[in-house]
């Protein structure tokens, strides 16, 4: 059960690795493209079709027309990879249950967004945790978990990109072991537990009055998407990579600086922003010097 490319790898790795995959779960198809015209299909359900695998995509998951589909299909186990909370008639459903992949080290960061708030928030590791599934989301017992860095100057696409590989190995891990029987669950630690609460478009404005650490994890935490971003000239700038220079600085935070031919600066509470990668309202993601060719900042 599964939908973006997040959840590609771990369906991949258990068709390579010979396991029965049963059929697919996945999201409605959705227009999309220039124009929203063209009806597009999910990752997951694309490489499901390459290798001829049955695709459910249930509209509710509650339907009585679903649950006998799916029932039909006859799963010992159902593995859940980037896709919507499910009732229990679905997720109490095969003899061995059904487990879900979490981008972090549960308890922390349960929620929707778990790479992007580890990001934000300067951390230097992240992970992934397989659990069964329970009613509370993101609270089942653990069942695998495995960690992985965070660079200091890497974005959340990037930490994404790496983690769904981890992710695919770990899920093949876990189904090994739930097929032999050979697993020791591990309750998890309310206490320890924070939150990784879906991200808006309309809260990623940049606060440039903070510490210019805070303001580079925030602006890679959010990149590609949905982007941090800033008002120029009364259009949105999304910036969606930069380095920082500690200095002290009189300008006042937000305030813009460039040599308009390679450089762009921003002011922030102890230092400056330099922007390397940015995309205006209308235009395209381009590097600073290739924006500074069409765009001018007065003195």
Not at 67 to 81: F, H, I, K, S, W
């Amino acid at each position: 059960m599964g939908t973006p490319d997040f959840a590609v790898p771990s369906l991949k790795i258990l068709v390579e690795e010979g396991f029965n995959v049963v059929g697919v779960v996945t999201a409605t198809d959705k227009y999309g493209g220039r124009g929203k015209k063209q009806l597009l299909e999910s990752p997951v359900k694309q490489y499901a079709k390459s290798k001829g695998i049955p695709v459910l995509q249930p509209k509710n998951l509650k339907s009585s027309d679903f649950q006998e589909a799916l029932r039909a299909l006859n799963a010992n186990l159902q593995a859940v990879v980037a896709f919507r909370m499910l009732p229990e008639a679905v997720w109490d459903m095969p003899e061995l249950g059904t487990f879900n992949l979490h981008g972090s080290l549960l308890p922390r960061y349960r929620g929707a967004a778990p790479i992007n708030w580890a990001v934000i928030n300067g951390d230097q590791e992240t992970g992934v945790t397989t659990f069964f599934i329970r009613h509370k989301i993101d609270t089942g017992d653990v069942l695998f978990q495995e960690r992985m860095p965070i660079g200091p100057n890497e974005t959340a696409g990037e930490v994404h990109d790496r983690m769904m590989e981890l992710g695919a190995r770990v899920v093949l891990s876990t189904v090994k072991a739930i097929e032999a029987n050979d697993y020791t669950l591990q309750k998890q630690d309310d206490a320890q537990a924070t939150k990784a609460p879906k991200i808006f478009r309309e809260t990623c404005e940049i606060d440039f009055s903070q510490p210019v650490e805070k303001v580079h994890d925030f602006i890679r935490g959010l990149s590609p998407y949905p982007a941090a971003w800033a008002t120029l000239d009364g259009k949105q700038l999304k910036i969606l990579r930069a380095h920082y220079e500690k200095a002290n600085i009189a300008d006042s935070p937000g305030t813009f600086k460039s040599d308009n031919k390679s450089w762009i600066k921003v002011a922030a509470k102890d230092g400056w922003l330099v922007l390397e990668e940015l995309q205006l309202q209308g235009r395209k993601r381009m590097k600073t010097n290739d924006f500074l060719n069409g765009f001018s900042f007065s003195a």
